[in-house]
T-cell receptor
């Protein structure tokens, strides 16, 4: 059974800092891995998707890497802003012979960027 | 507007009552999913459906039921057998293995 661990659980930093959020997973048989953002009481917003054959993806100030063999992914946030404050969730997509079978989520990193 | 619509936003259940959460999508996605979110536990998969008239149990299916009679609809019923239904429920659909989420339904027990 896939288990996903996110470190740190919470992070509070002044704006402008570059940040690294870590994700590890136990089963490397994944279809892809997504990073999501969740604002309080809201649904999820997909930030980045990395296919299992890829090593990294970039979108604006966000960069995500994937090392499938070691079961690790990292989300890098450059020049953090107060609007980046949210919970960030890592979710590898499970894979079976029939196709992708849903996401397994970590508990998230609760990020606060201080103005 | 294309997207995933969950309703209601807030729902209250009396003890012993079945309640149904609605999830509708107009994205023409084949696959749909239901997740439950509890504080400190992250999201967990309840049920998923990769095609109409077919669905599979996820990690925590006990006490829940679903149907997939139409491509655009995947309702979730929380039955009286689910002893701890209070949670935030998220529906998702996917295409090419990228999942898109609705805004969620918060279920509470009276």
């Amino acid at each position: 059974k896939q288990e996903v661990t996110q470190i740190p659980a919470a992070l509070s930093v002044p704006e402008g800092e570059n940040l690294v959020l870590n994700c590890s997973f136990t089963d490397s048989a994944i279809y892809n891995l997504q990073w999501f953002r969740q604002d309080p009481g809201k649904g999820l917003t997909s930030l980045l998707l990395i296919q299992s054959s890829q090593r990294e993806q970039t979108s604006g100030r966000l960069n995500a890497s994937l090392d499938k063999s070691s079961g690790r992914s990292t989300l890098y946030i450059a020049a953090s802003q107060p609007g980046d404050s949210a919970t960030y969730l890592c979710a590898p997509e499970r894979y079976s012979g029939g196709g992708a079978d849903g996401l397994t989520f970590g508990k998230g990193t609760h990020l606060i960027i201080q103005p | 507007d294309g997207g995933i619509t969950q309703s209601p936003k807030y729902l209250f259940r009396k003890e012993g009552q079945n309640v149904t959460l609605s999830c509708e999508q107009n994205l023409n996605h084949d696959a749909m999913y239901w997740y439950r979110q509890d504080p400190g536990q992250g999201l967990r998969l309840i049920y998923y459906s990769q095609i109409v008239n077919d669905f599979q149990k996820g990690d925590i299916a006990e006490g829940y039921s679903v149907s997939r009679e139409k491509k655009e609809s995947f309702p979730l019923t929380v039955t009286s057998a689910q002893k701890n239904p209070t949670a935030f429920y998220l529906c998702a659909s996917s295409i090419e293995n990228v999942e898109y989420f609705g805004a969620g339904t918060r279920l509470s027990v009276l």
